[in-house]
């Protein structure tokens, strides 16, 4: 089992919006992932996985529902039955591990974004290279995004996961300060569109994952506050965007006449 080294700068979230499995974090998130699906698509070592536990997860930045572990595997060398999901969760969060690995990600950085260059030159250099591939029309079956005995599990085929790898390197915020890729077969920008799973970033997530806590913590605490979670939810949002005008509230335009 592969995690990040203890102290690594990131952190992620999940929730369930849509019919869509959703994977939460911010660039440096995304960046962090993209390496972790690219290296896990070359790995030869049977058995291996990648886990996202404890302490690397956040409450979602919604209405801060805990989050369950994400776990990467690539079917048949890495798969996560059943049996081993329960174990996983029962043995959460993990201790020391037993040491580190040099996680090799050689050929991402090639696909990866370049100021110099277009986003469309780079993206048509990608595709060549994947429709070149033979294993790239064999790949639509081959993927699975599901939860398994309170984990959520990600699994592709190896081209599957470069192709998430690829996708979500280039998440950025030039255009708006969220983006978002799809988990499912291939992704949009290769061609397919599925909802099955998605990895968003938010530029502000970390502060999104503040507020959602605290207006979750002032609504659970109301002794007249709804037991169901379909009830309560709504006003966890509600109660959000109060949370974040008061800590982060908004300057008024200067008046007329004022130096």
Avoid at 29 to 51: D, E
Avoid at 187 to 193: I, K, P, Y
């Amino acid at each position: 089992m592969v995690t990040p080294r203890p102290g690594t700068d990131v952190r992620f979230a999940v929730n369930h919006f849509h019919g869509t499995w959703h994977i939460l974090s911010d660039l440096r998130g995304a960046r962090f992932l993209a390496r972790l699906m690219w290296g896990l698509s070359y790995q030869r070592r049977p058995g291996t996985i990648v886990c996202i536990g404890p302490p690397f997860l956040d409450p979602n930045p919604f209405d801060a529902e805990p989050s369950m572990p994400i776990v990467f595997g690539c079917p048949p060398a890495s798969a996560l039955p059943t049996g081993a999901a329960r174990a996983l969760r029962r043995a959460l969060p993990l201790g020391v591990g037993d040491g580190t690995v040099r996680w090799q990600t050689h050929g991402l950085a090639r696909f990866g974004p370049d100021p110099d260059r277009s986003g469309g030159d780079r993206w048509t250099e990608y595709r060549d290279w994947l429709g070149g591939r033979p294993e790239s029309h064999d790949h639509v079956r081959r993927h699975l995004v599901e939860v398994r005995s309170g984990a959520l599990v990600l699994e592709g085929a190896p081209i599957v996961l470069r192709d998430w790898a690829v996708s979500a390197h280039h998440l950025s915020f030039e255009s708006f300060p969220m983006d978002y890729q799809e988990l499912a077969g291939l992704t949009f920008r290769s061609g397919w569109v599925t909802d099955e799973g998605e990895l968003q970033v938010f530029a502000e997530y970390r502060r999104m994952v503040g507020v959602a806590r605290a207006a979750r913590a002032e609504v659970l605490a109301d002794p007249a506050a709804a037991a169901d979670p379909a009830a309560y939810r709504p006003a966890i949002w509600n109660r959000g965007d109060d949370v974040k005008a008061r800590r982060f509230p908004v300057p008024e335009p200067p008046r007329s006449g004022d130096g």
